[in-house]
């Protein structure tokens, strides 16, 4: 479990394809990051998404600001997964820089 910045989520998502948008569908709507799934945090159904994913692949997570994906992550993290990457400042971050 790690938070990364703008640059480092960059390059990690350049090598792996799992890219894991948890913010509602209208935010998803409004904008994401290329390739990312929408799993919406909120929903009943969240963790759900996840039980077709192995759980030693590399999991690249965000949100709007960073807060939803750390959640995410740890919950992820107690299911298991062992490889989880959080986007620090989310897609507000993101959408400066690119």
């Not at 999991?59 to 992550?73: E, F, I, P, Q, T």
């Amino acid at each position: 479990m790690t938070s990364l910045n703008v640059s480092e989520f960059h390059q990690g998502i350049k090598k792996h394809s799992i890219i894991i948008d948890v913010r509602t569908e209208r935010e998803f709507d409004e904008g994401f990051i290329k390739g990312a799934f929408n799993f919406d945090f909120f929903k009943n159904d969240f963790l759900d998404n996840f039980k077709e994913l192995k759980k030693e692949e590399p999991l690249y997570l965000y949100c709007r600001s960073g807060k939803r994906s750390y959640n995410a992550l740890q919950k992820l993290a107690a299911l298991g997964f062992s490889k989880i990457y959080d986007l620090k400042g989310g897609y507000i971050s993101w959408k400066q820089n690119f």
